[in-house]
């Protein structure tokens, strides 16, 4: 059966691209969708297929009222924020079929330590060392003999605030524990205002290497998956500046990244199936919707760095438009449990690059970044070839105001990283603010990017063959001169 | 004019204390300027603390902060630009503080042989690159939280960076809590290469633009261990310390002779930065402690990485002879003759104190050195040597050793 009455949950520029994306369906389906403000893309996809806005709080409360007037026969929930606070339980309450998962299944992503406790309890490959906190002086202690870490807020917040601490030199310390105490207090500090989790401050073993996005589609039963992605979380150029959701990913040349092999994907796809599955086992509910899994070559190889229970974004722009299939369908075929028995394909020699545009004071001064305007050429955009996503804005007076976070994604698709380079840069300039400066990633999907990319790929690549081929793939030993030996085994 | 190293630092969250990471900015960068160094933090509401830093000398706390050494005092301050103070270092021609603030403020004209590293009381750590791309500019980070800048790749790596880019001649970075934009200036952008920072004045841990320093003075010693393969012969290589030996061990690998750790130093200081004379032959003397067993009665060739006056050599030479006991003490200089003076920002002594020009014939330069045989590499070696490592020779600014009277188009 093709349902033709759809539900988006969400208000941002991955949800703006679903729905696009959704429009195009052969079975022309009437799009609504449930938004705390009115994004003007999504806004104009809803108006022309038939379906209706509804302005409301992403919640259980919100999604009654929109089922109540859209009557939807599939809801399909965007971000993790809906997911937390029991959005698709409501709906398995109301009998509506979802796309996007119920809380006890969002706390892979919601909870940093429920992630990794479940990857340890089930001895699923691509794990690492973590310590979870509630109190702030065991974290403190913690934290000062820990060497390099990742200190993380235990629950997901918006791709903010995860700071990693190398202590590779010694000497440097002192300003680094610093660093790391201040950290460790921002974390308790934010997370004291949500009280859905136990842990407050997670702290892991720091790796370093290249980072990739593995997402799958899975409907309970079996998984789709989808290209790897590249997404680059520093909101400066060239990797710097703080980690933010991210400002840009890239894909290609088709089903694949420049840096990554077949291998190494595989792996990765592994790892995230065998997630899922002990996820279904650990909570006895099916998993419908999408498993993002953020990953780093490491030198233990594909290492899961955390997952999460939706599409990213912007790497949501990037798979979709890797994809060659109906999008209404597939997401039909999830619900219905049937993923195994439907054909799909990916452009085989595209190369996609999406990038954000950001109001100056993203992520960290939204104050600054917020009720700028934006102007948008949409007809030069269009006339070079991409398309544009809005994220968090609104349309007042003609004008696109910002709300402070990512406020517009583009995407360009072409047959090479240059041509597509070069595409998505120009299509950028007719983004504008008339008030205000606008921030964007110049460096994704440049040869200099990817280059580099390569070489750091290559250079993990060689270390992790190295210890696989010393028996040293699943282990890490400290040995404290004179001390306790202490045997990290990952197997 | 003068040599400087220099660093910025900058965070991007609450909680640093940038200082406790620039302290050990000072060991590596002592090698371009003199003992005492000069850091300006800025604390948390926006004030620059200013001080001058002795080894192991405290430095003031702040979240985002300049430090430098140079040869020349006027190669750092504190400007007033409009309501801004800013705090800079740089390197080469020295030039105007107005001049720096209108190229802070966007409104300059490109400088052509000067780099600056500044930081605003508006917390924005700024550095350009001069158009020439004489002096070198390096951007790193550390994880989410510091970005840094320097002219000296292995600063970055030494306060715990990560290289991120060589910023391209003609251009100024801007980071701050808000921002980072490289962009370029106006301005007929070169990229001529400074010849000296790849034979001396660079760590040999650095990169210029990618090009890995050692790598080109390895390639150096080589080309001039197979010139001297022609007509010396010799029982053991010595390098001069400190630079020159990393030359005199791969000479010697080339040669197939062994090398012998035959001069120490008593002290690490650089010696070609010195303006006064008796300073300089201080500085000389602390790195000359000959180990005589190594030496006596041997025929030893000691490499070194220049040659300006000869002071350190016509020493070195008289300690290995008259000291040590050497019984051949030849002589070879891994850069080509410097016949003039860099007027393009590094210390040099005048032409006229310039042992290359001084005695133009060999025989002469030999006799004042006392030593039994001199070579120097050949520009076409060296023009060779870059060519290996990548670098156009059009793109290496070897004004330096030219004879010709032609200006470089600079």
Aim: contains cysteine.
């Amino acid at each position: 059966m093709i349902r033709s009455k759809v539900l988006i949950v969400g208000d941002g520029a991955r949800e703006h691209a679903i729905a696009t994306r959704l429009s195009l369906s052969v079975h022309e389906p009437r799009i609504s969708a449930l938004v705390t403000h009115e994004n003007p893309g999504i806004r104009r996809i809803v108006e022309r297929s038939g379906g209706e806005l509804v302005k409301s709080g992403l919640d259980p409360r919100g999604l009654v009222s929109a089922v109540n007037r859209v009557n939807p026969d599939l809801v399909i929930i965007g971000p993790e924020e809906p997911q937390f606070a029991g959005v698709a339980d409501k709906a398995a309450e109301l009998g509506v079929p979802t796309f996007g998962v119920p809380r006890s299944l969002a706390m892979i992503e919601q909870s940093k330590a429920f992630a990794r406790a479940l990857m340890w309890k089930y001895r699923i490959p691509g794990r690492i060392a973590f310590r979870a906190f509630r109190d702030i002086n065991e974290a403190l202690q913690y934290i000062s003999n820990a060497g390099s870490v990742a200190i993380k807020p235990a629950r997901q917040s918006g791709g903010k605030g995860v700071r990693v601490f190398w202590d590779r030199l010694a000497y440097l310390r002192d300003g680094i524990n610093e660093a790391k105490v201040s950290q460790v207090f921002a974390v308790s500090r934010d997370m004291a205002t949500y009280d859905d989790i136990d842990a407050r401050i997670v702290v892991e073993e720091a790796v370093t290497g290249v980072e990739y996005t593995v997402q799958v589609i899975s409907d309970g039963k079996s998984i789709i998956a989808l290209p790897p992605i590249q997404d680059n979380p520093h909101v400066f150029d060239y990797d710097v500046g703080p980690e933010c959701g991210g400002m840009g990913a890239i894909v290609g040349p088709g089903p694949s990244l420049p840096f990554l092999t077949q291998e190494e994907y595989e792996e990765s796809v592994e790892i995230t199936r065998k997630s899922l599955e002990a996820l279904q086992r650990e909570t006895g509910v099916k998993y419908v919707g999408v498993l993002g899994g953020q990953f780093m070559l490491t030198t233990y190889g594909p290492t899961l760095i955390e997952y999460y229970s939706r599409f990213g974004d912007p790497e949501a722009l990037n798979a979709l438009a890797m994809l060659n299939d109906d999008l209404l369908e597939m997401m039909e075929a999830a619900v219905d449990g049937r993923l195994s028995s439907i054909k799909y394909s990916f452009k085989r020699n595209a190369v996609a690059i999406s990038k954000a545009v950001a109001p100056m004071g993203y992520p960290h001064n939204r104050d600054l970044a917020r009720g700028r305007s934006i102007t948008i050429d949409m007809d030069g955009i269009r006339k070079l070839g991409c398309e544009v996503y809005l994220g968090s804005v609104i349309e007042e007076g003609g004008l696109y105001k910002t709300l402070g976070s990512r406020a517009v994604e583009v995407l360009a698709v072409g047959s090479t990283y240059r041509e597509t380079y070069e595409k998505i840069e120009n299509c950028i300039t007719h983004i504008k603010s008339p008030d205000w400066q606008l921030i964007h990633r110049r460096d994704i999907g440049s040869r200099e990017l990817i280059e580099k990319r390569i070489k750091d790929a290559e250079h993990i690549r060689t270390v992790y063959r190295w210890r696989r081929d010393h028996g040293l793939g699943r282990v890490r030993i400290d040995w404290v001169p004179g001390g306790e030996i202490t045997i990290y085994d990952y197997t | 004019m003068g040599v400087s190293g220099f660093v910025g630092v900058i965070s991007f969250h609450d909680g640093w204390d940038v200082s406790k990471m620039l302290r050990y900015a000072l060991p590596v960068l002592r090698h371009r300027g003199n003992d005492t160094a000069w850091a300006a933090l800025l604390s948390n509401d926006n004030k620059f603390v200013i001080q001058e830093v002795k080894e192991d000398g405290n430095i003031p706390s702040g979240w985002a902060g300049l430090l430098c050494l140079y040869t020349n005092n006027a190669s750092r301050g504190l400007v007033k630009c409009g309501n801004t103070d800013i705090a800079y270092c740089i390197e080469g021609i020295v030039v105007k503080p107005m001049e720096l603030c209108r190229l802070v403020n966007g409104d300059g004209e490109a400088l052509a042989y000067t780099s600056l590293v500044a930081l605003t009381s508006g917390g924005e750590l700024i550095a350009y690159r001069p158009i020439t791309g004489l002096r070198n500019l390096v951007l790193g980070a550390y994880g989410f939280d510091l970005a840094m800048i320097s002219n000296e790749s292995s600063t970055i790596n030494a306060l715990g960076g990560e290289v991120r880019l060589f910023i391209e001649p003609g251009s100024i970075v801007r980071a701050s809590k808000l921002n980072l934009s490289v962009s370029k200036i106006a301005g007929n952008a070169r990229s001529k290469l400074c010849v000296m920072e790849f034979i001396y004045l660079s760590r040999p841990d650095s990169e210029v633009d990618g090009h890995p320093v050692y790598e080109f003075r390895r390639a150096l010693a080589r080309r001039l261990a197979l010139r001297l393969a022609k007509w010396v012969d010799v029982d053991v290589v010595i390098g001069m310390p400190e630079t020159g030996i990393i030359y005199g061990i791969k000479a010697a690998e080339t040669l197939r002779k062994p090398f012998e750790y035959a001069l120490l130093n008593i002290e690490r200081r650089r010696s070609a930065l010195k303006d006064d004379l008796l300073d300089k032959v201080s500085s000389v003397h602390l790195k000359l402690s000959p180990v005589i067993s190594a030496i006596r009665g041997r025929r030893v060739l000691l490499v070194d990485d220049s040659l300006l006056t000869g002071i350190s050599i016509k020493e070195a030479s008289q300690a290995l002879r008259h000291r040590a006991g050497a019984r051949e003490v030849h002589v070879a200089i891994a850069s080509p003759r410097i016949i003039r003076s860099c007027p393009y920002g590094i210390d040099m002594p005048p032409d006229n104190q310039l042992l290359a020009n001084a005695f133009s014939n060999y025989a002469d330069a030999q006799r004042v050195l006392e030593v039994d045989s001199l070579t120097w590499l050949s520009l076409d070696d060296l023009y060779a040597t870059a060519n290996e490592a990548g670098i156009d020779g059009d793109h290496l600014c070897t004004y330096c050793l030219r004879g010709d009277k032609h200006e470089l188009d600079l």
